[in-house]
């Protein structure tokens, strides 16, 4: 079991070398996770549902920074060069790979509650 508070401070240790980051966005992103799954502030989430949190979250927060890194910019100025233009499509590739992790845990939940249907060969036919 997990609260808004430890999945939070997940969060923040994931992303806690990001500059380009506000300080309470990951607290903004994981509440409105919490929100968006249907749990209240003060729920404890049950251990299936914490890695498709986690995702779900992280891929929105990555958003988030390449929104924020977009505005980035490349120069030179004689002898030194900065690129960072790149930045961005950096951090929208790691999202779209958290919204891959979070695609994965979304199928592994819902073959657990899912119904089975399977159609038996017939023996009346070769």
């Known amino acids: 079991m997990a609260t808004l508070t430890t999945l939070t401070q997940r969060l923040v240790e994931r992303f806690n070398a990001v500059t380009a980051l506000p300080v309470d966005a990951a607290i903004n992103t994981m509440q409105y996770t919490f929100e968006l799954f249907g749990y209240r502030d003060d729920a404890d989430v049950p251990v299936t549902d914490i890695a498709r949190l986690l995702a779900y979250a992280s891929a929105e927060l990555s958003t988030q920074v390449a929104i924020n890194a ?11 060069s900065v690129d960072k ?4 499509k950096e951090y929208r590739e790691l999202a779209a790979q958290f919204r891959l992790d979070y695609e994965l845990e979304e199928t592994k939940q819902s073959h657990k509650e899912g119904s089975a249907f399977r159609v038996m060969k017939r023996l009346d036919r070769p």
């Open 85 to 88: 233009s790149m930045i961005s």
């Open 70 to 80: 977009a505005s980035y910019f490349k120069y030179t100025d004689g002898e030194e």
